[in-house]
């Protein structure tokens, strides 16, 4: 449900962009927003994730933002049950790394989901990627091949 469009590869072959991918790769050296508000970057960021074996993190923070343009109640108890039972829940596939008050909480009021209910965590694994990951991000050899790939054309 959370995939990586098959149109692109860090490896070159870029399509159904409405613009070049990588145009805006240098500006991602600004803030963790710069990646995340790019569609390449999330990507790219994600690749990094998943080399670190902690892509449950961009993936749950990705899955809240679509969750906040949820326009119907049925859709929205549809949704946070699935992530909920994806991302939250103790034992999930890709549970995420919150504090044990933040997962109660969330356990406790899915049954009445709100467009906020996974708010708290995803500020806590926005800091997380933020604080932790990217720094790392700008070190990597996927971000570093990036920049030289642009930086080439």
Known sequence: MWKTPRSF?????????PKDPLEDVE?????????????????????FLKSEYSEENI???LACEEYKKIKTVPEMISSANRIYSEFVQTEAPRQINIDSPTREN???????????????AQKLVYSLMARDCYPRFLK?????????????R
């Not at 969330?106 to 467009?115: A, E, G, H, Y």
Request: proline fraction near 2%; glycine fraction near 4%.
């Open 9 to 17: 590869s860090l490896t070159g072959r870029l399509c159904c962009f």
């Open 106 to 120: 969330i356990t406790k009021n899915i049954s009445q989901p709100t467009l906020t209910s996974f708010d708290t």
């Open 140 to 152: 990597s050899d996927i971000y570093q091949g990036l920049l030289r790939k642009a930086d080439s």
């Open 27 to 47: 500006s991602w050296s600004e803030s963790v927003d710069k990646v995340l508000s790019s569609k390449a970057g999330q990507i790219a960021f994600r690749e």
């Open 59 to 61: 993936l749950f923070w």
